[in-house]
């Protein structure tokens, strides 16, 4: 037998020790990878920061309950997906500022139309905002062009926190600054101004926000959300105020978050159980004060009127709801005990006396 040099058994020694460690290395590495790969939520698709059609377009409510939740009947739930439907709209609706949610039926079309139409003045306006239709009836909105670049979420008979708990999570608004919630039955004067609203909101950095209620309204609930005209108040050389702090703003009919505070205390105080929103707005300030979100307040410059219709909760009692707002009003303080009664706040977070700038 002839022996094999030294040397080269020395090579040959090397190279199985070199294959034997990227071996070692392959599988601990594909091991460490599977294991502390992040787990995807089926909902949500992260690669186009969507949601996910496959999952979330088939989803439906169980029936059966006679709370104010879950009335609707299975397949009765329908998404409109106009606006995930092509590639180029996918990057309009998620690059922009604020997402406009309307919560609306047959009778509130002419008032949305007419409010979109106003905000939607000019091409870089649109650019700004998303407009996404809770509708709780079967009216077509298909006359509007604007509703084809909408999000629409149909589920007859159904209360508006109900949608805004399961369609307008935290996870959809991150992509946007503010959220503001509107309901149909608002009325607004000619010289109305989104974006003199966002303006305030903006510059005085509030965290929840309501445009202030014209005397003329209905159901205005509290004193402190009627507007006040502070041109007739002499203020000499100050600038005249825009609107005023305070620890109150009602859960309707038109109401401004700023995402952040939506995302840590609003959304999370919506009880999936007690869905008409009644005490709602009474928890709104202690639970936000909690995560630091406290500046709340009423805008006075942009006033709308409050017709309080009420067609939404006609339309689901009629289809068999049994929903008692006096019983979810005193569950919502029994669940949250630091519930508090309106009032106005002078001098919060530095304010000048009171008031917005």
């Given at each position: 037998n002839t022996a094999i040099p030294h040397h080269i058994?020395?090579?040959i020694l090397y190279m199985i020790a070199v294959c034997c460690g990227y071996?070692?290395?392959?599988?601990?590495?594909s091991g460490f990878r599977t294991a502390n790969a992040p787990q995807q939520d089926p909902q949500w698709n992260l690669k186009n920061n969507i949601p996910s059609s496959d999952s979330f377009l088939s989803t439906w409510w169980k029936s059966g309950s006679d709370k104010c939740a879950d009335r609707a009947e299975p397949l009765n739930l329908e998404r409109v997906d106009a606006a995930f439907a092509t590639g180029p709209r996918k990057t309009i609706l998620f690059g922009n500022k604020t997402l406009v949610v309307f919560f609306a039926g047959e009778f509130g079309k002419s008032r949305v139309n007419q409010f979109v139409g106003s905000m939607f003045s000019s091409i870089e306006r649109k650019a700004q905002a998303t407009i996404m239709l809770l509708l709780y009836d079967d009216s077509d909105w298909s006359s509007f062009a604007w509703?084809?670049?909408?999000?629409?979420v149909r589920?007859?008979?159904n209360l508006k926190w109900w949608f805004v708990k399961r369609f307008v999570w935290p996870g959809l608004v991150s992509a946007y600054d503010y959220v503001a919630i509107i309901d149909e039955d608002v009325e607004f004067p000619a010289s109305f101004d989104f974006w003199?609203?966002?303006g305030v909101?903006?510059?005085n950095l509030v965290d929840v926000a309501q445009p202030a209620l014209l005397p003329s309204s209905k159901n205005i609930a509290h004193s402190v959300l009627v507007w006040r005209n502070f041109t007739q108040i002499p203020f000499g050389a100050l600038k005249l105020p825009t609107g005023r702090w305070t620890d109150f703003v009602r859960s309707g009919p038109f109401?401004?978050?700023r995402t952040a505070a939506y995302q840590n205390c609003v959304w999370p105080s919506l009880e999936e159980d007690l869905t008409s929103g009644s005490g709602l707005d009474r928890i709104w300030y202690s639970e936000c004060h909690k995560h630091g979100f406290s500046r709340?307040?009423?805008v006075d410059a942009t006033p709308v009127r409050f017709l309080a219709l009420g067609l939404a909760e006609a339309t689901a009692l009629s289809a068999g709801a049994q929903c008692d707002l006096n019983k979810e009003f005193e569950e919502y303080l029994r669940r949250y005990p630091t519930a508090k009664e309106p009032g106005l706040l002078r001098g919060a977070e530095g304010a000048n006396l009171g008031y917005l700038l």
């Amino acid at each position: 037998n002839t022996a094999i040099p030294h040397h080269i058994r020395v090579v040959i020694l090397y190279m199985i020790a070199v294959c034997c460690g990227y071996t070692m290395l392959y599988w601990t590495s594909s091991g460490f990878r599977t294991a502390n790969a992040p787990q995807q939520d089926p909902q949500w698709n992260l690669k186009n920061n969507i949601p996910s059609s496959d999952s979330f377009l088939s989803t439906w409510w169980k029936s059966g309950s006679d709370k104010c939740a879950d009335r609707a009947e299975p397949l009765n739930l329908e998404r409109v997906d106009a606006a995930f439907a092509t590639g180029p709209r996918k990057t309009i609706l998620f690059g922009n500022k604020t997402l406009v949610v309307f919560f609306a039926g047959e009778f509130g079309k002419s008032r949305v139309n007419q409010f979109v139409g106003s905000m939607f003045s000019s091409i870089e306006r649109k650019a700004q905002a998303t407009i996404m239709l809770l509708l709780y009836d079967d009216s077509d909105w298909s006359s509007f062009a604007w509703s084809r670049e909408a999000v629409v979420v149909r589920a007859p008979a159904n209360l508006k926190w109900w949608f805004v708990k399961r369609f307008v999570w935290p996870g959809l608004v991150s992509a946007y600054d503010y959220v503001a919630i509107i309901d149909e039955d608002v009325e607004f004067p000619a010289s109305f101004d989104f974006w003199s609203l966002l303006g305030v909101v903006r510059h005085n950095l509030v965290d929840v926000a309501q445009p202030a209620l014209l005397p003329s309204s209905k159901n205005i609930a509290h004193s402190v959300l009627v507007w006040r005209n502070f041109t007739q108040i002499p203020f000499g050389a100050l600038k005249l105020p825009t609107g005023r702090w305070t620890d109150f703003v009602r859960s309707g009919p038109f109401t401004v978050f700023r995402t952040a505070a939506y995302q840590n205390c609003v959304w999370p105080s919506l009880e999936e159980d007690l869905t008409s929103g009644s005490g709602l707005d009474r928890i709104w300030y202690s639970e936000c004060h909690k995560h630091g979100f406290s500046r709340f307040a009423i805008v006075d410059a942009t006033p709308v009127r409050f017709l309080a219709l009420g067609l939404a909760e006609a339309t689901a009692l009629s289809a068999g709801a049994q929903c008692d707002l006096n019983k979810e009003f005193e569950e919502y303080l029994r669940r949250y005990p630091t519930a508090k009664e309106p009032g106005l706040l002078r001098g919060a977070e530095g304010a000048n006396l009171g008031y917005l700038l």
